[in-house]
């Protein structure tokens, strides 16, 4: 699932009828165990990419500083061994690969942290419904 996919499922969900105020109510818990699903299921993602990127950093440290198996030489020629440590950080910075999966993590950060703020936003949906409701009483005349 994309971030726009979510964006746009959070679009239609998050409007609230105010003429049937009772049926946004009970349909909280259902948002919250969609979007709650949602969350865990990028999480576990997040957790996997987290750990494919120490394996891909460890294999390119050994990589640049030559101790990768020929095959890895043949298939990916480096024609120098990366002896100190600021060489191999500048190096290992500058990795496609690492880069690449960085950017995926950063993707998934993004995305959790836009589902924990519709999460939040789903927990304050009573207190919305409540006001609507007030605010409706209010405007009938009664208090």
């Known amino acids: 699932m994309t971030l726009e996919e979510i964006q746009s499922l959070w679009e239609e969900d998050s409007k609230i009828d105010p003429d049937n105020l009772h049926t946004e109510s009970l349909r909280i818990p259902q948002l919250h165990a969609k979007y709650y699903d949602i969350y865990n299921k990028l999480l576990l993602l997040k957790k996997k990419t987290d750990g494919d990127y120490s394996q891909i950093?460890?294999?390119?440290?050994?990589?640049?500083?030559?101790?990768?198996?020929?095959?890895?030489?043949?298939?990916?020629?480096?024609?120098?061994?990366?002896?100190?440590?600021?060489?191999?950080?500048?190096?290992?910075?500058?990795?496609?690969?690492?880069?690449?999966?960085?950017?995926?993590?950063?993707?998934?950060n993004t995305m959790l942290r836009y589902l924990e703020d519709i999460i939040k936003t789903i927990h304050n949906r009573t207190y919305q419904i409540k006001n609507a409701i007030e605010w409706q009483k209010f405007q009938a005349g009664y208090e």
């Not at 050994?62 to 191999?88: A, I």
């Open 57 to 108: 950093k460890k294999d390119r440290y050994e990589y640049y500083g030559g101790k990768s198996s020929p095959e890895v030489y043949v298939e990916e020629p480096f024609p120098f061994k990366v002896r100190d440590k600021e060489s191999m950080n500048r190096y290992i910075d500058a990795d496609e690969k690492l880069t690449t999966i960085k950017l995926k993590t950063e993707y998934y």
